[in-house]
């Protein structure tokens, strides 16, 4: 879930806030979830990402909009909020003790991180 909210942040997170690059995995080559996911729901994605390497900046924010309005991001959320309830439930198995609160608080705020 953690590693999914890093890669939704790649797509609309403020850098001031995250302190990251917007759009670097993109810009790296590199396919995460929300591009995948916006890429089974659209064609329009795939001339832009035969580009490859020659992805021009107006290319870019294209694959951005376009990921982001075909669902690509918001379905990645889906996903991440559902493993983070399927790992809190799993937490709850836990025998009570402070380490099973530290893990349950922790993974509650990996979804709270600042956008």
């Known amino acids: 879930a953690y590693q999914i909210l890093d890669e939704v942040l790649d797509y609309q997170g403020n850098t001031k806030k995250t302190r990251k690059p917007v759009l670097e995995d993109l810009q790296s080559g590199v396919y995460t979830l929300p591009l995948i996911l916006a890429n089974q729901q659209t064609k329009a994605l795939k001339p832009l990402l035969a580009k490859k390497q020659q992805l021009l900046p107006p290319d870019i924010s294209e694959i951005q909009r376009i990921v982001i309005e075909s669902g690509g991001v918001a379905k990645s959320l889906e996903i991440a909020h ?3 309830s399927e790992a809190l439930d ?4 836990l025998p009570d003790q402070q380490a099973k609160v ?3 608080a922790l993974t ?5 991180r600042d956008q």
């Open 102 to 104: 530290d893990l349950k």
């Open 108 to 112: 509650q705020l990996l979804l709270s």
């Open 90 to 93: 799993l937490i709850s198995q």
């Open 82 to 84: 559902q493993l983070t």
